[in-house]
DNA sequence: GACGGCATACCAACCGGTCGGTATGTAATT
DNA sequence: AATTACATACCGACCGGTTGGTATGCCGTC
């Protein structure tokens, strides 16, 4: 009931927790989830075994875990943090997000890819929370974005049939394909090819004079 | 010399060397290449471990020689044997192709899926043998449909700036991002809706006019 | 002195890959 | 026609190392 109050806002000691996870999110970026081992990872993030295992019941937990600090730091990134929250049009912001998107899809392959997209792939059907966990990583950020298509799409109309949130999975989709090519020509231009296609589509979608 | 001319036509032998190739190709869908064992292939297509060693040098060596493999049933299943190669018009034609892979996308989702760009997300940065074949295969896809977009486009016309090639090499990453999306949410649907806007988007490309 | 946050030591199962060996076929030599 | 020589296809026990996971203990903070 007094002094020692200052030096503490969060429960918060950044340690070993966050960088395990971290280190997993860079592995699995470059090698997947299952030849990732425990090993490797404490030896990433300067851990010991025992610590890994206090902080996470399993590799599995540790995947999980990843999911959610990733949905976390993606939506900082990609719409918090972003030069484009300013603008004003929204069909401008969205394709100032697209453009945004393309920019970020630069240097080595592993540094602009999707750490549950590729997690997914190797989990879906050996592991039901790992694919929970990336489907609501990825479902999070389409939501976000279907707000901002969803303005534009109040603004500027849309052809029938055509949902905020089904365009913005489609955004995804286009992303997470041209991770693959960027990752199978180990060049990031393949990948920003195919994202200026889906902004030509969007123009496109959304003024069908405009064809860039 | 004589008799015993009947009974044999070929060298083949069609047996283990295709059945690993198969369980392997099936496996690899369904669960990574890292996480499929030697073991697991061997006891899944019934041969024993020898067997699997005096055909493929390493696993990285069956991986690639599935690459291979995955190229021409892919080419004979979506190309040769397709119903759609009958179109007469070279813009029909190509949106029937789209179509063709719409319905493909069906049933569980290891049946549709690609081998090759799930492997190629493990392996291109660890393995450049893996990372090669599989480019190898989605560029032999990808350049045998821009034979198609091109027909297309000497018959409608295109914007400026958009090559067949580069518009092939689209078709696969919404293919392979809907691939993604259908993982994470175990279940076609996502998927077919990424493709729906692809065809609109070609549709569109081709003449600004229609839009569905 | 209880408890969270680690470290050390260890385990059984499994990993990719090797190895000595067998069964069968083919083709040239004798 | 029998013998030799070599190649192909395959078997399954075995190897050293790695795997995810556990058991236990130490140490600083409340």
Partial sequence: ???RLALREKPARPSARAKIIGAAIEQVRRQGFAATSVDDLCRAAGVTKGAFF???ASKEALAVAGAEAWTEHAR???FTDAPWMGVADPLDRLIAHIEFRL???DGPVEA???FVGTMVQEAYATSPAIRQACDAS???YAERL???VQLAIDCHGMIHGITALGLAFHIQAVLQGAFILAKAKDDP???RDSVRHLKRYLQMLFDPATAT
Avoid: K, P, Q, Y
């Fill in 54 to 56: 206090h902080h996470f």
């Fill in 103 to 105: 920019a970020m899809i």
């Fill in 189 to 191: 231009a393949i990948a």
């Fill in 138 to 140: 990825i479902t999070a």
């Fill in 112 to 114: 602009f890819t999707c």
């Fill in 1 to 3: 009931m007094s002094s």
């Fill in 76 to 78: 900082a990134r990609i």
């Fill in 146 to 148: 279907a707000e901002d």
